[in-house]
C-alpha cells in the first residue's frame, strides 16, 4: 500500500465526488432537463474547426466528437476541473500504478454492451494510436478486465493525475466494430447522446439522437453540424437563423449580436508565440529575448480582442484559479540581442479570426525591434503539420491547457518536453525535461501544483514560448434554445438538455 503523504491525491483535481459536476447552460437550464416531445426538434451548430483526421478519435478531432455529444470516456470534468464519473461510476486506486474502475450500466450505440473487455480493448487502441494520442504523451498504460463490471488500469509509473487523464476527449471509448483495419470509425460505435451517421467531408456531419443513452434520452431529435471556419460567416449564420448555435464567435462581431445571443465563458485558452528553437532564427536564446521584449500582450487584449481577454501572465491563465498565487518568475534568461533586420517566418491559422489580426499587430511590434517578418496564415488543418514539422520560426495559436486531459502538468508534457507530441517550439531542454517530470511524479495536491508552476517558470526562461493574452469565447446563441452547455475546456457543447 503506498504510503500515507502519497494518497493525498488532489481532492480538487483527482477525487471522485459522488455527482457529476455541470456546467453553466443558457438561460439557466441544466444539461439534464425535462423530457422533450416525442420527436424534439433538430439543432443546427455551426462549428470552427473541420474534421482534419476524418474525425478519427485520438487527434484534434476527438474534440469535434465530444463537442458534438457523440463520444465520452471514462470519466469526465466536473466545474471546479476535478474528475467525475462517466462511463466509470466510481474509481479507486490500489497502487501507485493501478486503479480499479467499476463501470456503470451503458450501451454502444450498435447495440452493444459496454463491458469491461470493451474499455480494455478501446484503451489498448488509444495507447497504439500513432502519432501517439496527446492524453498519453509521455505515459505508458494497460487496461484489463476484472470480472464483469470492473476494469483494472496500470501504468508503468505511477501517474498520479489517471482520473483525469482519461477523461480526455482522445480516450473515448468505442465498440469493437470502431477498430477496422486501416481506420478507427466512430459512426454508430460511440456511446454519447448523439450519433453520428454521416459526414460529408469536412463541410457537414449529420447525428441522431440515441435513444439508449444512459444518461437520458436527449431533448434534440439530432444535430446538423456545419464546418465554418470563417469566423464572420458563422455569426452571419447566427444571425440569419441558419444556424441554432454558432461557437467562437469574433471579438469584432460580437456586438453585431443581440445581448441575449451572447454567451461568454471564461475558458483556459491561452494564445501564445511558439518560438521554434529547433532550426532557424530563433535557435539562439539572444533573438528569442528580443521577440519577448519586443511583443506587448495587452495591446492585443484591449485591440485584437476587444476586452474579451486578458493579457499573458503565463502558459496557465485566470481560469486556474491557484494559478496566480503560485506563478514562480522566470529565471536564467538570455540577453536580448540587436535582430539586425533578422528575417523570420510567423505562422497562424485563420480559424480564430482574432489570430490573422494578431499576427499583424505581432509583425509591427517585431518589425520595430528590428526583425524583417513574413507572415503565413493558413486553414488550420493545413498549417498545422508544417508547424509542428519546424518549418517557420514562430507559430503564433491559442491552446486550452485543459482540454487534452485536464491535467496541467500533462500539457506541459506534451508541449514542451523533448518527446512531447505537441511540441511546436521543437524545444529540447533537459531543465524543462527535469522539472516537468519532477511535477508528474508529485501526487500531493499543493505540491504538485507548486511543481507545476515551476516547470512554467522554467519553460519561460527559454523563452521558446511567449504568452499573449487569456481568452474568453463567445458562444451565439438563437433566442429560442435553451440548454447550451457553457463548458469553460471547451470539450462540450450541447447535451442531453439542449433544445430549441
Given amino acids: 500500500m503506498p504510503s500515507v503523504p502519497r494518497r493525498r491525491l488532489a481532492a480538487a483535481l483527482l477525487a471522485a465526488p459522488l455527482l ?68 466509470a461510476a466510481s474509481w479507486k486506486k490500489e497502487s501507485e500504478s493501478s486503479w480499479l474502475f467499476t463501470l456503470r450500466e451503458a450501451e454502444f450505440q450498435d447495440g452493444g454492451r459496454v463491458t469491461p473487455a470493451a474499455v480494455a480493448t478501446a ?23 476484472v470480472g464483469d463490471t470492473r476494469v483494472r488500469i496500470t501504468t508503468a509509473n505511477p501517474d498520479p493525475a489517471l482520473p483525469l487523464r482519461l477523461s480526455s476527449p482522445g480516450l473515448a471509448v468505442l ?28 463541410t457537414k456531419a449529420t447525428l ?10 436527449a431533448q434534440a431529435a439530432g444535430i446538423d453540424a456545419r464546418f465554418i471556419a470563417d469566423g464572420t460567416a458563422r455569426t452571419n449564420a447566427l444571425r440569419t437563423g441558419d444556424v441554432d448555435i454558432a461557437e467562437a464567435i469574433p471579438a469584432s462581431q460580437t456586438a453585431s449580436l443581440e445581448k441575449d445571443q451572447r454567451r461568454e465563458t471564461a475558458t483556459a485558452r491561452t494564445t501564445g508565440l511558439q ?29 485584437v480582442y ?54 499583424q499587430v505581432l509583425k509591427q511590434q517585431l518589425q520595430k525591434a528590428g526583425f524583417e517578418v513574413k507572415i503565413v496564415v493558413r486553414e488550420s488543418s493545413r498549417i498545422e503539420g508544417d508547424a509542428l514539422a519546424g518549418k517557420f520560426d514562430a507559430f503564433l495559436g491559442a491552446r486550452n491547457t485543459m482540454l487534452d486531459t485536464g491535467d496541467p502538468v500533462s500539457v506541459l508534457a506534451s508541449d514542451y518536453t523533448s518527446k512531447g507530441s505537441y511540441n511546436l517550439s521543437l524545444l529540447s531542454d533537459k531543465k524543462v525535461d527535469a522539472a516537468v517530470r519532477k511535477a508528474e511524479d508529485t501526487a500531493d495536491t499543493d505540491k504538485r501544483q507548486d511543481a507545476t508552476m515551476a516547470a512554467e517558470a ?43
Fill in 20 to 87: 457529476a459536476g455541470c456546467f453553466a447552460a443558457n438561460d439557466d437550464s441544466s444539461s439534464e432537463g425535462p423530457e422533450g416531445s416525442a420527436d424534439g426538434d433538430r439543432l443546427r451548430v455551426a462549428l470552427a474547426f473541420p474534421p482534419a483526421e476524418n474525425f478519427s478519435p485520438y487527434g484534434a478531432d476527438a474534440t469535434l466528437l465530444s463537442r458534438l455529444g457523440v463520444t465520452e470516456g471514462l470519466t469526465k470534468l466536473d466545474a471546479n476541473g476535478a474528475a467525475a464519473p462517466a462511463l
Fill in 208 to 217: 441522431e439522437r440515441f435513444d439508449g443513452y444512459w444518461d437520458g434520452r
Fill in 275 to 303: 518560438l521554434n528553437t529547433g532550426s532557424g532564427a530563433f535557435e539562439d536564446a539572444g533573438l528569442r529575448a528580443a521577440a519577448r521584449e519586443a511583443v506587448d500582450g495587452s495591446q492585443l487584449a484591449e485591440g
Fill in 175 to 202: 465498440s469493437g466494430k470502431a477498430y477496422g483495419k486501416d481506420r478507427v470509425d466512430p459512426k454508430g460505435t460511440a456511446t454519447g447522446p448523439f450519433e453520428l451517421t454521416d459526414t460529408a467531408g469536412a
Fill in 306 to 359: 476587444e476586452g474579451h481577454a486578458d493579457a499573458g501572465a503565463g502558459i496557465f491563465g485566470p481560469a486556474l484559479t491557484w494559478a496566480e498565487s503560485k506563478r514562480v518568475k522566470p529565471t536564467g534568461r538570455a540577453s536580448a540581442k540587436d535582430p539586425k533586420g533578422t528575417s523570420i517566418t510567423l505562422a497562424t491559422y485563420d480559424n480564430r479570426p482574432e489570430l490573422p489580426e494578431a499576427a
Fill in 458 to 500: 522554467t519553460i519561460l526562461g527559454t523563452d521558446a514560448m511567449v504568452p499573449l493574452v487569456h481568452q474568453r469565447i463567445v458562444t451565439g446563441v438563437g433566442s429560442s434554445v435553451e440548454g447550451v452547455v457553457l463548458d469553460p475546456y471547451e470539450r462540450a457543447l450541447v447535451g442531453t438538455g439542449t433544445r430549441r
Fill in 123 to 145: 484503451l489498448k487502441h488509444a495507447a497504439e494510436a500513432k502519432p501517439v494520442t496527446a492524453a498519453l504523451s509521455g505515459v505508458s498504460l494497460t487496461a484489463k478486465p
